[in-house]
């Protein structure tokens, strides 16, 4: 991949087989990337770039005022999220095997006397994974049907610069970890971005039309989702 610098500014450069240039500035920290046609030249991609140097700084300023999660010690009324929800946790010591519940606005951990931060937070996150597939399943299948399309395998894990991934090949598609904690449209969003990539490989015409056909309020959840509070470690879309 190639990089052009404006100023402080480094844009990666990919070139593809597609018509049209792109260009995108990814959260958390304003990453930018432009995808451009193989016969496009560095030098043209560069002057296409310059004109759009306002626009991409003004983007950055907006991911750099996300408001972000602190890191979790998970102790007792530390605030936790769940479907876009806050809850407060309660950690309960028994000599009983680890476990998790929600009960009204409060998130039970239930720990062995004794458990460090490391395990409750492998706790908690298998919890969320336990969530994510529950969750998944009616989402994809629902969307299987109105797309046409055909999903073998789904897995939940955590990803540090992506919501989802899917591989075309193997018809697999990738949930982040961290999607358990966003609103149920946020998640339902990813999985319709991840599904469209079924029909079309690249972020191109071809695939916003596809992504406005079957949910054409996906640019708002998007922005949404952009909008939520992130995690203290870096994830973006």
């Not at 018809?171 to 449209?185: D, G």
Request: glycine share 2%; aromatic share 10%; proline share 5%.
């Amino acid at each position: 991949m190639d990089k052009i610098s404006l100023g402080e500014i480094t844009i990666d450069v990919e070139l593809k087989d597609i018509k049209n240039i792109h260009l995108s500035v990814y959260p958390p920290k304003g990453r930018v990337r432009i995808a451009a046609p193989s016969r496009m030249n560095l030098d043209t991609i560069r002057i296409y770039a310059i004109s759009k140097l306002s626009w991409i700084k003004k983007q950055q300023k907006k991911f750099q005022a996300q408001v972000r999660e602190a890191p979790r010690e998970y102790l007792t009324k530390e605030g936790h999220y769940y479907l876009g929800s806050r809850y407060l946790l309660k950690v309960i010591e028994l000599e009983a095997p680890p476990a998790v519940s929600i009960k009204h606005k409060t998130i039970q951990l239930f720990v062995r006397p004794g458990t460090d931060m490391q395990k409750k937070h492998a706790i908690m996150d298998e919890w969320y994974r336990a969530q994510m597939k529950e969750l998944a399943p009616p989402i994809i299948a629902k969307w299987e049907k109105a797309m046409g399309v055909s999903l073998i395998e789904f897995n939940i894990k955590k990803m540090k610069t992506k919501w989802g991934t899917c591989n075309r090949e193997a018809k697999r598609i990738w949930l982040n970890l961290e999607l358990a904690k966003k609103p149920f449209h946020c998640i339902e969003y990813i999985i319709v971005h991840e599904l469209v990539h079924l029909l079309e490989r690249n972020h191109n015409d071809k695939f916003v039309a596809y992504m406005n056909h079957f949910l054409p309020e996906w640019k708002h959840l998007k922005n949404e989702l952009n909008k939520l509070p992130v995690s203290h470690r870096d994830w973006e879309y």
